[in-house]
């Protein structure tokens, strides 16, 4: 019963995070492809396994503290690396990664600073950070994630690039943001139509993901990219 039930959760994890929700981000957040990926909390991989069919991947790596979630994700993904291995303590060199992906691990552990640290540790300069947004994690637990939010502070190289309704993309700086980059960072999203949050009711208004599809057809008119022009990483 316990059996039917595990692979009933992963049929189900896979049909969603598969079929609808990995694509969805790739596409928005324009990932690129042939890169070094890792996974932080990789579960049972079904985000892997969209991640590879996806992305095609170079190096494919999946990390979980579970190691129970971790053999299955070895049976049903044998190319892929798969480490029992904890977010906030990787062992992995540093600038290893070209990309790196949070689908609400990091929301929802203890000092998850520390995670979004090594995150930025093992990403090389210029690398991704893929992340959920505060209202992706209200739609998807909306008690557990009351109150909460990721301490960015932790990890000060990890700029704002794009962010779209459910998902959010910071690029890793070569170093810490200036008082002028953190200025410019404030009002980025007022220029360029990234979500606007209400403070202090952090209420989001979400023009952005009209926004990126629009420069994203923009790019396949023009063949250049606004967000190549516009949101360089500082
Ligand atoms: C929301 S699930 C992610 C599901 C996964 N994205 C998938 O495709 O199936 C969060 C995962 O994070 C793992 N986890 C919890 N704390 C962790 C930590 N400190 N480091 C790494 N993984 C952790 C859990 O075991 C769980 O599998």
Sequence with gaps: MRRRL??????LLVLVLAALEVPLAIALLDLPRGARVLELGCGPGATLSALGSLLAPTRLVGVDTDPSLISIARERLPDVELVV????????DDASFDVVVDFGTCYHIARAGDALAEAARVLVPGGSFVTETKLNQTISHPWRSLGRSLPWSAAPTLRPQDRTLMWERRVKSAEAPSLRTIADLALLPLV??????L??????????????????LYASRHGSTARGRDRRPR
């Design 6 to 11: 595990a692979i009933s959760y992963v049929l």
């Design 192 to 197: 360029h139509g990234g979500t606007w949050h």
């Design 199 to 216: 403070r202090p009711g952090r209420l989001v208004y979400a023009a952005d993901t009209l926004a990126v599809l629009a420069r994203r």
């Design 85 to 92: 291995a904890d977010a906030r303590a990787l062992p992995f």
